[in-house]
């Protein structure tokens, strides 16, 4: 469960650092059918993704509103309203009250029903007993010292620049890297600017977004392109071929990270589709003191695609139980064998 709560605070953590604050009206009323009303409201007006996720949000509306009475208990309300939520299929969106957190499980359940790695083995047959710990990253070289594999869990875990470039250093003899971020939950967007400081950055476009405008569903604010930076922390970028491994648990800045890898010719996505969750939350609270978050904004790729249900591999490779018997990654192995050739 501890990979769970990393990536719940995680998601926690943005709702503060989002784009801007729901405003609660000072005379909304406190009773039941009006909490429900209010947050069923709000999310008809601020949500970004009701044609991505194809939700009749009126539909919804007529499904859960008659479950609310004036009496109800606190509990009997916050699972209407959570039920409610879940409904968006969304990993960003949560209800919270003193007495319960309420999140989207089919999130949780991909990532680890639907993942893409076994740990134990990449201990034991690839990072091996030998491995070397730099800063938030594990690594060692395999394929005889001709690639270099790194292991990062989390963008929770601050990137240092002495960390990038004791790391690229190591390895600069390789051919080039695997960087392996299967069942990364994510957590800060700035540690996807460290990770990328290393590369040949000269302010080209990595995606576009747009925020959530207006009450209706298609109001939004028109795309803007979000730009790398045109400086690289190393003396010469580092242009050799990096495969970068993603899985279903591969979540939020994990797929942003994915989506900029789109800009940088030698680096190519290897495994299952990404987790997504592409829109950045915002928050706000209900009359009776909860409060929520959900997704207000969207991100589009450079290919133009939407991924926020999953950023798809350039190589689709899913573990083969055949090979892992045989303490073989077959994941590894194909981008290995792509950074050889």
């Known amino acids: 469960m501890k990979k769970l709560h990393i990536l719940l605070f995680g998601l926690l953590a943005l709702c503060f650092a989002s784009c801007e604050r729901a405003f609660m009206e000072s005379d909304a009323s406190d009773d039941p059918v009006s909490v429900f009303d209010y947050l069923w409201d709000k999310v008809d007006q601020q ?41 968006l299929q969304d990993g960003h969106t949560n209800l919270i009250s003193s007495f319960d957190l309420s999140h989207y499980d089919s999130v949780y359940y991909k990532m680890y029903a639907e993942k893409n790695i076994d740990e134990d083995l990449v201990l034991l047959n690839y990072l091996t007993i030998n491995f070397h710990t730099t800063g938030s990253f594990t690594h060692n070289a395999i394929r005889n010292g001709k690639v270099a594999y790194i292991r990062y869990v989390s963008f929770s875990n601050d990137i240092s620049e002495t960390s990038l470039k004791h ?28 990770l990328l400081s290393i590369f040949d950055n000269h302010k080209q476009p ?17 795309l803007e392109a979000v730009y790398a930076t045109d400086t690289c922390i190393l003396e010469t970028p580092y242009t050799k071929p990096v495969a970068v491994l993603i899985d279903r648990g591969s979540y939020s800045a994990t797929s942003f990270f994915s989506i ?26 209900l009359p009776n003191g909860w409060t929520y978050r ?35 990654d077959n994941v590894i192995e194909a981008a290995a064998d792509w950074i050889m050739q």
């Open 47 to 87: 949500y970004a993704f009701f044609d991505v996720k194809g939700i009749d949000w009126d539909s919804v509306r007529e499904v859960y509103r008659p479950m609310v009475y004036e009496d109800m208990d606190n509990d009997s309300l916050f699972r209407v309203c959570a039920a409610m939520l879940n409904t």
């Open 167 to 194: 790391i690229t250093k190591c390895y600069n003899n390789c051919q080039g890297m695997i960087l392996d971020l299967r069942q990364n939950g994510g957590g800060s967007k700035n540690n996807i600017a460290s």
């Open 206 to 222: 990595l995606y576009l977004t747009q925020i959530k405008s207006g009450p209706g569903h298609n109001d939004f604010t028109e």
């Open 260 to 285: 900029c890898t789109m800009a940088y010719p030698n680096i190519r996505l290897f495994g299952d589709y990404s987790g997504g969750g592409l829109g950045l939350p915002n928050g706000g609270a």
């Open 294 to 328: 959900f997704s207000i904004t969207r991100t589009i790729a450079l290919d133009g695609g939407n991924y926020e249900n999953g950023v798809p591999p350039a190589e689709r490779v899913i573990l083969d139980p055949a090979c892992t018997a045989q303490g073989i």
